[in-house]
């Protein structure tokens, strides 16, 4: 992973860490060290004050709506996207594996379903989960069946 992506702030970081914020944490490391942690502790606990506050209903408006994505656009695609930012080469490529095989269920489902309507009948006995299940190790075996609650 570069470094640039690890220091890089997330949306998120922006909405409970203001500038004032960073302005502290900037000082931390010339305090005396009897002084850090406890200046640590207190940093954290605004940052945890501002995240309390995003999430209590404001005049009956959730704040953290405005970074939603719209109903009916692919939320997973979306999600995946902005991960892949933080992630090492190794960690963004397992990441497009369970978006492909996460994108491969779902075309599976609608196929299934279309099956049960009679609209296609072409794809009986054919179960697109299990032939892509077995293309995995075991470790993203264990992996997909923690994402796929």
Not at 4 to 19: G, L, Q
Not at 45 to 73: A, M, R, V, W, Y
Not at 92 to 104: K, V, Y
Request: proline content about 5%; charged content about 20%; some cysteine.
């Amino acid at each position: 992973m570069n470094e640039e992506a690890y220091d890089k702030s997330t949306p998120f970081d922006h909405m409970v860490c203001n500038r004032q914020l960073q302005m502290l944490k900037a000082a931390i490391p010339y305090m005396a060290p009897s002084s850090r942690l406890m200046f640590s502790f207190y940093v954290k606990t605004l940052e945890l004050h501002n995240t309390l506050q995003l999430f209590s209903p404001k005049n009956g408006e959730d704040t953290l709506s405005i970074c939603s994505i719209p109903e009916g656009s692919n939320q997973m695609q979306e999600m995946i996207s902005a991960m892949k930012e933080y992630c090492t080469p190794k960690e963004a490529e397992n990441l497009d594996l369970f978006s492909n095989l996460f994108s491969a269920f779902r075309l599976q489902n609608r196929l299934q379903s279309e099956q049960k309507e009679g609209t296609d009948n072409s794809n009986s006995g054919f179960d697109l989960s299990s032939l892509l299940l077995n293309l995995l190790t075991p470790e993203q075996k264990s992996m997909f069946d923690m994402l796929n609650v």
